[in-house]
């Protein structure tokens, strides 16, 4: 049995901005392939808070999933606060840099610097391909456990949980292992 926990990163999540379906939809496909779901957290893009909130998740779990907060703009913290937690750099990922090139010249569009920021990713992850945006998802080993970072877009972050994901928690869950819930009205 693999325990697993989801971390929704946003503003727009805690206000009520947007319905988290996202933590609803990993738990669904999670649960499909024997994980166990111990909790479900969602807090502000606030640092100090993503840091302490990853720390108390992957202390409980076998995996951590968090979703948000990748993308360009001024308040997508969730890749630093990754970095910090790890004590981990900041690198260019060079093939993500030239997926997003080609991204944005397929697209006739120029891309800025805020963008290519995108390929900056901490040095222990390894980037998970994308292919319906451009924030890449990361894969980290965290003393045997697994954490995994997924954009905020329930679109790339199903495609990414669907391509990469998935297949990999499915290994790491005991074969044999079968969770049953009955509902009884």
């Not at 108390?56 to 308040?75: F, V, Y």
Request: proline fraction near 4%; charged fraction near 20%; hydrophobic fraction near 45%.
């Amino acid at each position: 049995m693999l325990n697993l926990s989801i971390l929704t990163i946003g503003d727009e999540i805690c206000i009520g901005q947007i319905i988290n379906t996202n933590a609803a939809w990993i738990a669904a496909e999670c649960t499909r392939i024997s994980c166990k779901i111990l909790a479900h957290s969602s807090i502000g893009d606030e640092m100090d808070s993503i840091i302490s909130e990853i720390g108390r998740l992957i202390a409980l779990s076998d995996a951590l999933i968090i979703t948000g907060g990748l993308g360009p703009t001024h308040d997508d913290i969730t890749k630093e606060a990754i970095r910090a937690f790890l004590g981990d750099t900041i690198v260019l990922h060079e093939p993500t840099l030239a997926y997003l090139k080609e991204f944005y010249t397929s697209r006739n569009r120029t891309l800025t610097e805020r963008n290519a920021t995108q390929a900056l990713l901490p040095s222990t992850a390894q980037p998970l391909h994308n292919s319906r945006g451009t924030a890449p998802g990361m894969l980290f080993d965290y003393h045997g456990k697994m954490i995994v970072s997924l954009p905020g877009v329930p679109m790339e972050m199903k495609g990414i949980m669907t391509d990469h994901v998935l297949p990999l928690l499915a290994k790491r869950a005991a074969i044999g292992d079968v969770l049953l819930y009955k509902t009884l009205m």
